[in-house]
């Protein structure tokens, strides 16, 4: 990947529509799924989304494996797709944008109460 196409984002623009192009051929039950899927994990995301790639193609092979072995969207995700999303990024994965807000807050603050003890 070029620099052209980092800032731009033209590349990530060709992988999502692979992923929802592999997304359409799944069937009718899953499409509703696949749709919270992209909902709850892209406020994991961060700025361009890139480090969501990896994960979005994984769920994806997940979906079309089940699918081809016959099982309905909710055998294959279970009825509470948030708690799927959020065991996809862990406690140690991808953070989203309020953990890092959450952390330069702390920092800063942390910062001027030492200036005003020292």
């Not at 529509?17 to 992209?38: G, M, N, S």
């Not at 990024?89 to 890092?100: I, L």
Request: aromatic share 8%.
């Amino acid at each position: 990947m070029n620099f052209w196409e980092r800032v731009t984002g033209s590349d990530l623009a060709g992988d999502w529509r692979a992923f929802e192009a592999r997304a359409a051929a799944l069937p009718d039950d899953y499409h509703p799924a696949w749709e919270q899927i992209k909902i709850h994990l892209m406020p994991h995301g961060d700025f361009t989304g890139r480090n969501l790639t990896p994960i979005v193609d994984g769920v994806l092979g997940l979906l079309e494996t089940t699918a081809a072995d016959g099982q309905s969207a909710e055998e294959a995700l279970g009825d509470d797709i948030p708690a799927f999303c959020a065991a996809l990024v862990g406690d140690d994965g991808v953070k989203d944008y309020r953990d890092r807000w959450r952390r330069q807050l702390n920092r800063n603050v942390a910062r001027k109460l030492s200036r005003l003890e020292g």
